[in-house]
């Protein structure tokens, strides 16, 4: 039976990944007014517009889904594509251990593995907890946390891709990305994650 601590947290991860959902729409929004007011190209940089029109076509696959317990499979495939197509524009934002210098894997995510088993599944994982990439009964809370911090990253990252060419050619909407940074980076922020990681030690004792 799950405590009343742990549905807290639940709900609260399912709040958030439905209120990241919500921020890729609304810079999916900025992205197709910069499109739609100037025809514009980054000189130094002709692939930029290229990367970023493929990460918006999978974030609006990510966007046409809503939160629950099953979604994140068909989700994962999305953000990975998107990530990979994200990930050359946005190095200089990134913290140093995340750079291509310092790393050894194609994605700026923390829990680039913890999506493969949700992008990739086999008869094996399928049988696993939810957190895991199964369709267990138990999970959740590390099946919610891996969807958020996923979601959050790849939002943050294409807001920081959508400012660099708006900075240039859509100024108009520098306050509406940056507020959005802002508030995302908040919320991440304000989460008690003490809580969560205790109710994900619980989870995984539970489940062993």
Not at 11 to 16: G, H, S
Not at 17 to 31: A, P
Not at 175 to 201: F, H, P, R, V, Y
Request: glycine share 4%; net charge positive; aromatic share 10%.
């Amino acid at each position: 039976m799950i405590s009343q601590s742990t549905k807290q947290v639940l709900y609260k991860l399912n709040d958030r990944c439905e209120g990241v959902l919500k921020g890729l729409k609304d810079l999916v929004q900025i992205h197709k007014q910069m499109n739609a007011q100037v025809d514009w190209k980054v000189e130094n940089d002709p692939t930029f517009r290229l990367h970023l029109h493929k990460a918006y076509i999978h974030i609006v696959a990510i966007t046409s889904w809503q939160m629950n317990g099953e979604v994140f499979h068909v989700m994962a495939p999305e953000i990975r594509a998107a990530v990979k197509a994200l990930d050359p524009l946005v190095q200089e934002y990134l913290p140093q251990e995340l750079s291509k210098k310092k790393r050894n894997r194609h994605s700026f995510l923390y829990q680039e593995n913890d999506l493969k088993c949700f992008a990739h599944p086999t008869l094996f994982s399928l049988s696993n907890t939810r957190g895991f990439g199964g369709f267990g009964k138990t999970g959740y809370v590390r099946y919610l946390s891996v969807a958020y911090t996923s979601l959050s990253q790849l939002m943050l990252a294409y807001a920081c891709a959508i400012r660099k060419a708006a900075k240039q050619f859509y100024p108009a909407s520098i306050d509406e990305i940056d507020n959005l940074i802002t508030k995302e980076a908040s919320l991440m922020q304000s989460l008690d994650w003490d809580k969560i990681m205790g109710c994900l030690k619980h989870e995984h004792d539970i489940s062993h």
